[in-house]
């Protein structure tokens, strides 16, 4: 599973503190945690004014690089500020994220093209999201033809369904599930990806169903997730899924994972 590190955003009250205060040491700390704990990707969202995100952007990035060697997840809504803040990064990451609104994957795909970057791109285009698992399909299918036509090869895209609130539609994971799964079925390279903590936006007890829903996106297709690292019940319920999918042989890393502490309790 591709862990993309959600927890260095600004739309999380702590971090949002901390980066008015310019407390390097919080976003230090944040994004070793990760790092420790499994991360394949450090996410990096300002969540500030467009005027000053790029400068945020980069004060993030180099305190990450400060104390990481992985990748970076350049995280922004304004296509020109993600490219703006790209050059900020010692080596090739991942973009999040391009749609097929406006002209994000105009932008976004020629910069990426002939580079090692990979990127997100979200199944919403200027209608919004699609309420269908057809309608998500033919965004998805427009994304491809864009990314064809720029040269990009199927394993650098991490393609979003959308996850949604489980609260709001009681057909949420049976349409995840469609869109996931023939994704993968008509590009079996392609990475499919996801917040897994938004299928339990207004529940109770959230930890419950977001474990539940991950295991379950697992099974339809779900190899790459944005999520928080350092939760001990999601990387273990990630290991423990992939050795069930037959995907870890002997359970060699899931063995390995819980001696080195990544899961479990606390020792």
Partial sequence: MIIIGEKINGSIPSVAKAIEERNAD???????????????????CASVPPDVEVEALH????????????????????????????QFCNKPGLIN??????????????????????????CCDDKGIPKNPGDRLRVFGDIMEAAKKYGIAPNRLHIDPLVEMLCTTDDAMANLGTVMSTIKEQYPSIHVTGAVSNIS???PYRKIVNLAFLVLAMNA???????DPTNRDLMGAIYA???LLGMDDYCMEYITAFREGLFGPIK
Wanted: overall charge negative.
């Fill in 241 to 243: 899924t992939e050795a």
């Fill in 26 to 44: 919080w976003i230090r700390d944040l994004a070793k945690r990760q790092t420790d704990q499994g991360a394949t990707y450090i996410d990096v």
């Fill in 201 to 203: 936006f207004n529940l």
């Fill in 221 to 227: 297709g779900l190899d790459s997730a944005i999520l």
């Fill in 97 to 122: 994220s391009v749609s097929g609104e406006g002209d994000k994957i105009e932008k976004i795909f020629p910069v990426i093209a002939d580079t090692k970057w990979e990127c997100i791109a979200l």
């Fill in 59 to 86: 004060w993030l990035i180099d305190l990450v690089q400060e104390v990481t060697d992985l990748p970076i997840a350049v995280d922004s809504p304004s296509p020109d500020n993600i490219i703006a803040a790209m």
